[in-house]
């Protein structure tokens, strides 16, 4: 039941765009982003819930597919600081109260 | 607003022994979970208690418990430690229970190593 992350690591040039993606097997309720830095604790980023908005947040933004239990993290125009792991986290429809997350993707911002 | 706080941040153990990790909450939130956290596995849930009461567990063994206090703080013990057992120990903190859309709240971590 733990959701699957693409790709799993990515490198790009500062200002380039990059996507990363989330799925799972199960209906979802919910699905949280988090961005970890080396030896720091991971970091909100955003929240989606069923039938609700796509959020965003400066550059960047996330959708969920309720059809296809999938969530997309767009991130726009990348910064040196944008430079870590990836998290998704997801609940399931049934509540049964715990977030799950996949194992990463990793990212790397180059100058 | 103080964040979660986790202590130790950093302890070696020695296999067979046990350790219990703490962790306080952000002031008003209820709900505590616990995460192992390996670089090979990510994110693995162990637990979350809300209101001193345990709601899941994830897929650990018995060596692995916890428990929450009448004030949201909460605590994880370890027995009988293996050395599979080093890796960092997130805690994360709600307002309410999760399951219902709540966004969990990390702190930094205890770093295990098992030796």
């Known amino acids: 039941q733990q959701p699957v992350q693409s790709p799993q690591a990515v490198i790009l040039r500062e200002g380039e765009d990059a996507v990363i993606n989330c799925s799972s097997s199960k209906a979802l309720y919910s699905v949280h982003w988090y961005r970890q830095k080396h030896g720091e604790a991971p970091v909100f980023l955003m929240i989606l819930l069923k039938g609700g908005e796509q959020k965003g947040h400066e550059k960047i933004s996330a959708s969920f597919n309720e059809k296809k239990q999938q969530s997309s993290l767009y991130l726009t125009a990348s910064q040196l600081s944008y430079s870590g792991t990836y998290f998704c986290?997801?609940?399931?429809?049934?509540?049964?109260?715990?977030?799950?997350f996949g194992k990463g993707t990793r990212l790397h911002i180059l100058p | 607003k103080a964040g979660v706080t986790q202590t130790p941040r950093y302890l070696i153990k020695t296999r067979g022994q046990q350790v219990t990790l703490s962790c306080s909450p952000i002031?008003?939130?209820?709900?505590v979970s616990w995460y192992q956290q390996t670089p090979g596995q990510g994110l693995q849930f162990l637990f979350e208690?809300?209101?001193?009461?345990?709601?899941n567990k994830g897929n650990f063994p018995g060596r692995f418990s916890g428990r929450q206090f009448s004030n949201s703080r909460s605590e994880m013990n370890v027995s009988t430690l293996e050395l599979g057992d080093s890796a960092l120990y997130l805690c994360a903190s709600s307002l309410g229970s999760t399951g219902y859309g709540n966004t969990i709240y990390f702190g930094e971590g205890s770093w295990l190593t098992v030796v």
């Open positions: 986290g997801t609940e399931r429809m049934n509540r049964d109260d715990k977030i799950i």
């Open positions: 208690y809300f209101s001193e009461t345990q709601r």
């Open positions: 002031s008003g939130h209820r709900s």
